[in-house]
Structures are given as C-alpha cells and as structure tokens.
C-alpha cells in the first residue's frame, strides 16, 4: 500500500545551520505531496504542498521539489531559526479506485539551539 | 470564530465506558477526517468523510463509529473504550481531497 519514510530523528542543530529532512514515498497513483509542521502542543498546520512531479513547494524559507524518479520530496531550509523547533511531517495523498488514500509519514522531531 | 474545533481538549474516562469526542468546523468544507498520534506511529486515519452521511473507514477504525449528519459536525465515539485507545486524537477538513488539511488543536484521551 501508500507509505510515506521519514528520518525519524531527533535532530538536532545550531541556530543558522542547514536543515534537510528526507522523506520518501511509494503510492500506487499520482500523490500530491506534503509538509506539515506541528508546534507543541498544536495541530498540525500546512507548511508547504506540490501536486505534481517537478513542482516546488516554499514557505517561511523552507522547500522540497516534487521528485518522481527518486519518489522523494525532501525539506530544505539556508538557515533554521530557534523558533523553528517543531515537529515536521511528509505527508500524500492519492486517489485509489472508489476512494482516496491519506497517508503521514512518522515525524521528524527538530530542535534549534541559540 | 471560524475555523475547526474540538471538544473536549482533555477527557479522563475509564475502561468500558463510552466516550464522544466532537469536531466543529465553520468553511462548510466537504471533506472531514479523524486521526490519532502515537509516539513511534505518527498520524494514522481512523475515519474520513466525503461529505454530509457518507463515512469511510481509515487504517485504524476498529472500537470507533463515526456519523456525519451536518456538514459542519463529525463526531468520534469509542463505545467502549480500552487503554490501547490513550491517544491524541486530531480532527481536520478539507475543501478537496488534494486540497490541504486544516487540523484542530487536539484532543488527548485518557482511558485508565
């Protein structure tokens, strides 16, 4: 069935360090491909999306492309803020026949040191 | 105020009993879907709904029932609850199924 692979870290990094977070999927359709990010104590809130192959999704700094050869849509991010620490989750969705298919990937958890 | 709550936001029960958990959103969007988030699963869809009085079962829907009889309203029951249901659970809604998700806050369930 769909999965989405996630580093599951924790990662941890330095205030103005580079940040990727690789994620991969298998989908029996054509996904559209997400990033969401979860602060504590919150929902999960949309940090970037793409709904084809070579699209670039960007948001507050941070990117992944669409990449349907190697099935991955990595985040990136030049320089991560303290205030970036969250919890960050892939994410596809994917019409199957007769019905849709949601799927999450595990979470990568990020912590920012000043 | 618009948006996707939940209710109630803590909820001790104990093992056996019924338990409703509520989920309100105000953009009459079609789509609404419950999750729960464990430590080591990430997210996993319990049940979705495509529209008012249509349900689907997700990955994980066994010991809940679902109904959707307003658009705005989906509500989740555990009809007897069992500690393996301790659990945040997470409510959310969408416009499209490619559109993205608006998620609620949250609801952590307790079952001792």
């Known amino acids: 069935g769909d999965s989405v692979t996630q580093m599951e870290g924790p990662v941890t990094l330095s205030e103005e360090a580079f940040l990727t977070i690789n994620c991969t999927y298998t989908?029996?359709?054509?996904?559209?491909l997400f990033w969401y990010v979860q602060y504590p104590g919150e929902g999960l809130q949309l940090l970037l999306k793409a709904t084809k192959a070579d699209d670039k999704g960007s948001n507050k700094g941070f990117e992944a492309t669409y990449r349907k050869e190697t099935t991955s849509f990595h985040l990136e991010k030049g320089s991560v803020q303290v205030s970036d620490s969250a919890v960050y989750f892939c994410?596809?969705?994917?019409?199957?026949?007769?019905?849709?298919?949601?799927?999450f990937g595990p979470g990568t958890r990020l912590s920012v040191l000043p | 105020d618009a948006g996707i709550t939940q209710s109630p936001r803590y909820k001790i029960t104990e093992t056996g009993r019924q338990v409703t958990l509520m989920c309100h959103q105000t953009?009459?969007?079609?789509?609404m879907f419950w999750y729960r988030q464990d430590l080591g699963h990430g997210l996993r869809l319990i049940y979705y709904s495509a529209a008012a009085d249509i349900t689907d079962k997700g990955e994980v829907p066994d010991g809940y029932v679902v109904s959707r009889s307003k658009t705005e309203n989906f509500p989740l029951t555990l009809e007897s609850a069992t500690r393996s249901q301790t659990s945040v659970y997470f409510c959310?809604?969408?416009?499209?199924?490619?559109?993205?998700?608006?998620f609620g806050p949250g609801t952590r369930l307790t079952v001792l």
């Open positions: 994410a596809l969705i994917t019409e199957i026949n007769y019905g849709q298919n949601f799927v």
């Open positions: 959310a809604s969408s416009g499209n199924y490619h559109h993205e998700q608006f």
């Open positions: 953009w009459s969007h079609s789509y």
């Open positions: 989908a029996t359709g054509y996904p559209s």
